[in-house]
């Protein structure tokens, strides 16, 4: 079997890993494997051939790193209901004090108690501050 064989070889099954296991390690591997194997048909001595793989690895997984990074942080970005803390509503059903009433916020309709328990009448404007089960906790919002 030639040299070449066995890199592209290595390159395909460090790929494989990379599939069942996070953090592109065996990526930058199997990349740079299969590349140092191409390269292997025109540089024929095996310590060059090393030394490529060494630098493809490394530049390779900090690139990787880099963009796994970014993709990474936009998946962490709130969802559900979390993402509605801080977004303003309108009351449309009064808050009353120590009770609930209702907000719509971004044209859903949500059951809120008043964050100090303060009575919120209609068409005030709020924001959100905290969820709490199914409800959301409000305050009014400052004027602008």
Known sequence: MELWMIWVGAGIICLIIEIFTPGFLFMSFG?????TGLSSLFI??????IF???????LLFINLRKISDRLIS????????????????????????????YVKIGGEGWAA?????ELLSEKIKVVVVAIDGNKVV??????E
């Not at 990349?31 to 590349?35: G, L, M």
């Not at 024929?44 to 051939?49: F, I, M």
């Not at 490529?52 to 490394?58: C, E, G, K, P, V």
């Not at 409000?138 to 004027?143: C, D, G, S, T």
């Open 31 to 35: 990349i740079s494997a299969i590349i």
């Open 44 to 49: 024929h001595p095996v310590y060059w051939q």
């Open 52 to 58: 490529l793989f060494a630098i493809f690895s490394i």
């Open 74 to 101: 936009k998946a962490n970005k709130p969802t559900n209901v979390s993402a509605l803390i801080g977004k303003t509503g309108i009351v449309m059903q009064d808050i009353l004090k120590d009770g609930k009433g």
């Open 113 to 117: 108690i008043a964050d100090d328990n």
């Open 138 to 143: 409000v305050k009014k919002a400052e004027e």
